[in-house]
């Protein structure tokens, strides 16, 4: 039987290759010429049986000209759907290179301007991936930087000042010297000791502001365990005098056992120095200064009160600035550069620890410095 043709008009097809193929190998699968239909077809063929007997073959053809038809119309397909996923893909990788691309680009000429000293812009980009952080992370440096320019500026003009003050002192006295030849004995020797105190003071500062200088470009490198409580009976022992001098009492309490921290002794030793020197100055003659050095929860704690005159609570807050002065005739006065408790703060800070400061005013004041003990 044929569904195209009559099969008594055609001939006997049991020797065709796929019929062949078919009854060899129980399926056959040819491409050729068909003489019937005088079309090149493609033929599958299969056996017609069962365990015992074999009654025949089923076989399935299509000329090839359609299966072209439907091979050139899937390729179309294939690639229409190629061309639009080239084309989607290229727009989608466009627009990704723009999102990233565009943002980039504004953080690469904020960072130019950054990079001229220009931190008043910042970059407004609220996005929650890399380049959000990213963004951020530049706003905070040029925050960072700002502040710091800043405080560079105040530093440079305040030392300025302050290096300008005795300088021109010494200037004017010694331009008096010399004008007045006839100058009596007495008068000259009151101008040289002006001259000399502005040297002491001028030597002072340009000590602390190395001091500063330095601390703050240290690390911890040079640290080795060192006992507080030697550093402090230490310091006692060199500001005595000055406290017998104005009839003070100091009052030292430390534990028996050492108390020791890992840090350099030298900038501990001038931590002590100085708030032991600031308590002196600012004690009314009569008063009394106390040191005293405990230890609670793996800490050290080093307390230097005083009943002295006190802080305002409003220039507590600015108490460890740079050349920050309460009262500044009176710190003149008494020989103070403003440094003394901005060197303190950094050296607690290298050290890894916590001042604070309570004060009364009219009652006095209670510098207390927090530092990590080493375990032995």
């Not at 038809?69 to 080239?86: E, H, K």
């Not at 006839?182 to 190395?210: A, H, P, Y």
């Not at 240290?218 to 006992?227: C, T």
Request: charged residues 25%; negative net charge; aromatic residues 6%.
């Amino acid at each position: 039987a044929d569904s195209q043709l009559d099969p008594v008009t055609m001939d006997n097809h049991h020797d065709r290759p796929e019929l062949q193929q078919a009854h060899e190998s129980g399926l056959g699968v040819v491409t050729r010429f068909s003489e019937t239909l005088s079309k090149s077809m493609r033929y599958m063929a299969m056996p017609i049986d069962d365990v015992n007997h074999q009654y025949g073959f089923i076989r399935v053809a299509l000329p090839l000209s359609l299966i072209d038809q439907r091979l050139d119309r899937l390729r179309n397909i294939v690639m229409v759907a190629a061309s639009l996923t080239a084309i989607i893909a290229l727009l989608l990788g466009f627009w990704i290179a723009r999102s990233f691309a565009v943002p980039l680009s504004r953080m690469t000429n904020m960072a130019q301007l950054y990079s001229e000293g220009d931190y008043k812009q910042r970059l407004e980009i609220d996005r929650q991936d890399e380049i959000g952080e990213l963004a951020k992370t530049l706003n905070l440096f040029a925050e960072t930087a700002a502040q710091r320019e800043a405080t560079r500026r105040d530093f440079i003009a305040n030392a300025s000042h302050e290096l300008k003050t005795p300088v021109t002192a010494i200037q004017g006295i010694t331009e008096t010297l010399l004008e007045d030849a006839g100058m009596d004995e007495e008068t000259r020797q009151q101008f040289l000791q002006k001259v000399n105190g502005q040297s002491i003071r001028l030597s002072q500062l340009i000590s602390d502001l190395l001091a500063l200088s330095r601390l703050e470009s240290s690390g911890a490198e040079s640290f080795e365990n060192v006992d507080l409580k030697e550093i402090i009976e230490r310091s006692c022992k060199v500001l005595q005098p000055f406290a017998k001098e104005k009839t003070l009492s100091l009052d030292v309490q430390c534990p028996e056992n050492k108390v020791v921290i890992s840090g350099d002794e030298e900038s501990l030793n001038q931590l002590l120095i100085n708030l032991l020197d600031n308590a002196i100055k600012y004690t009314p003659e009569g008063g009394k200064v106390t040191v005293q050095l405990s230890t609670y929860h793996e800490q050290a704690i080093v307390e230097v009160e005083d009943n002295g005159i006190g802080i305002e609570p409003a220039e507590q807050q600015r108490i460890f600035e740079r050349f920050y002065r309460v009262d500044k005739a009176r710190s003149k006065t008494l020989g103070g550069t403003g440094l003394g408790l901005s060197i303190v703060k950094h050296i607690v800070i290298r050290h890894q620890g916590h001042i604070a400061l309570e004060s009364t005013p009219g009652q006095g004041s209670l510098f207390r410095v927090t530092l990590p003990l080493v375990s032995l």
